[in-house]
């Protein structure tokens, strides 16, 4: 016997044959990365070797010499974990560190660090619109669940604007008292669509209308701006933004969230955030990882460029193949199937027949009827991946009658 609960099993068991029936059951994909071989991982399911097209680690850093030493050295000096929440013992010398380069980078006083990057979207929303008095929410219709989940747990007004829309926004705070605090809360490049944000126009309202600004940079740290330091710097807007949150485990290719911004406003986050406070600090390699990796990426704009270059070169294939993909400005490049089950089908046989792995994007992360192949090439897949790549889906496109692009 290992334990019964048979009664809430039921009850959980339930629940997940719903998921299955509609298809949003989640399926692993069990890989082994093995440093220095990225994007090539071996697929425990498949038993080989597959071309992995779905990672967040955008530049291969996961698996940088610079981070990988930083952290072999961070670990034989500090051991393995921080030893305590920051606030008991756990504060490293690595930490400090890592915030005070963050702010840095992103041109602001101060920076606090967290677990996750969803962690420091739902403790810095979910802490500041519950404290501050009669607080209302501008939150863009496309958000990440952990600002919309940070806003819920806050209690605070929310208002959801259309994706995007700087006049449904506009509308929105005229209609708003000019004296009750405002936040509005939005992306730089977001995930799923791969659209970016109108942040120059959004700060324009902000100030018009007396609003602070929340920028969630996590798919665009370490890849846009000179220095890595997101879109908001390559658009010379940091200084705009009261607030920009990104994370440590894409870009950057390890772990970890962090939000930038003014000293009082990250005082204020660390002091009164419980999601901050009463959680065990990263372990120092990890910092140290992370600080190794944004050192590189502030000083290199050879994985910016070879990024890049790769996105071009697989639109322009696609393109030539007539494989329908969203047009965006960014490097999140979603091909689009627009059906659940044929999704889940392409996904496989890509990967059963030609070793090229791409988790099918489907409701409810995304709308039904938008399903998606959402792939992200970076500077480690060679043209002759891409290649292979694209022929493999024009293969599969034809044999299922699928419609070519206009
Ligand atoms: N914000 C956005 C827009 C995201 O897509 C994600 C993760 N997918 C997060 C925040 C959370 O970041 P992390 O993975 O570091 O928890």
């Known amino acids: 016997m290992t334990g019964a609960a048979t009664t809430y099993d039921d009850y959980f068991q339930r629940a997940l044959d719903g998921l299955k029936a509609d298809g949003s059951y989640r399926h692993f994909a069990e890989l082994e990365r093995q440093a220095g071989r990225f994007p090539k991982a071996y697929?425990?399911?498949?038993g080989r070797e597959v071309t992995v097209w779905c990672s967040n680690d955008y530049l291969g850093?996961?698996?940088?010499?610079?981070?990988?030493?930083?952290?072999?050295?961070?670990?034989?000096?500090?051991?393995?974990?921080a030893g305590g929440t920051r606030n008991i013992s756990g504060t490293n010398h690595e930490h400090v560190e890592l915030e005070r380069e963050l702010a840095d980078l992103h041109g602001k006083e101060a920076a606090l660090l967290f677990n996750s990057g969803y962690l420091s979207n739902w403790a810095t929303l979910g802490t500041i619109a519950a404290r501050m008095k009669d607080c209302v929410v501008l939150s863009d219709a496309a958000n990440h669940a952990s600002m919309?989940?940070?806003?819920?747990?806050?209690?605070?007004e929310k208002q959801i604007f259309r994706h995007n829309d700087v006049a449904d926004l506009e509308a929105r705070l005229k209609a708003l008292p000019r004296d009750v605090p405002k936040i509005i809360a939005f992306e730089s490049v977001y995930s799923m669509d791969g659209d970016i944000a109108p942040i120059e126009e959004i700060c324009d309202l902000a100030d018009r209308y007396g609003a602070m600004t929340y920028l969630d940079e996590v798919h665009a740290v370490g890849l846009y701006g000179h220095q890595g330091g997101g879109v908001a710097e390559q658009r010379g807007l940091s200084h705009r933004l009261s607030v920009i949150e990104g994370t440590l485990g894409k870009g950057f290719g390890v772990v970890g969230g962090y939000i930038a911004g003014s000293a009082a406003l990250c005082d204020f986050v660390r002091s009164f955030a419980s999601g901050f406070i009463f959680s065990t600090a990263l372990p120092p390699m990890i910092a140290a990882g992370a600080l190794a990796s944004i050192r590189h990426l502030r000083g290199s704009q050879d994985e910016r460029e070879r990024h890049q270059a790769r996105v071009a070169y697989l639109r322009a294939a696609l393109d030539r193949a007539g494989i329908p993909h969203m047009d965006n400005p960014s490097h999140i490049v979603p091909v689009m199937v627009g059906d659940a089950t044929r999704c889940r089908a392409l996904s496989d046989l890509l990967l059963s027949r030609f070793g090229h792995y791409i988790q099918p994007i489907n409701y409810p992360t995304v709308a039904r009827g938008t399903e998606r192949l959402r792939i992200t090439p970076g500077p480690l897949h060679s043209t002759a991946d891409i290649d292979d790549l694209v022929a493999a889906l024009a293969a599969l496109w034809q044999e299922?009658?699928?419609?070519?692009a206009a």
Do not use: K, T
């Open 400 to 404: 299922q009658g699928m419609a070519a």
């Open 61 to 81: 850093m996961g698996q940088h010499p610079s981070v990988l030493s930083a952290m072999h050295a961070s670990l034989d000096h500090s051991g393995a974990g």
């Open 43 to 46: 697929h425990h399911g498949m």
């Open 148 to 156: 919309i989940e940070g806003i819920r747990h806050s209690r605070a």
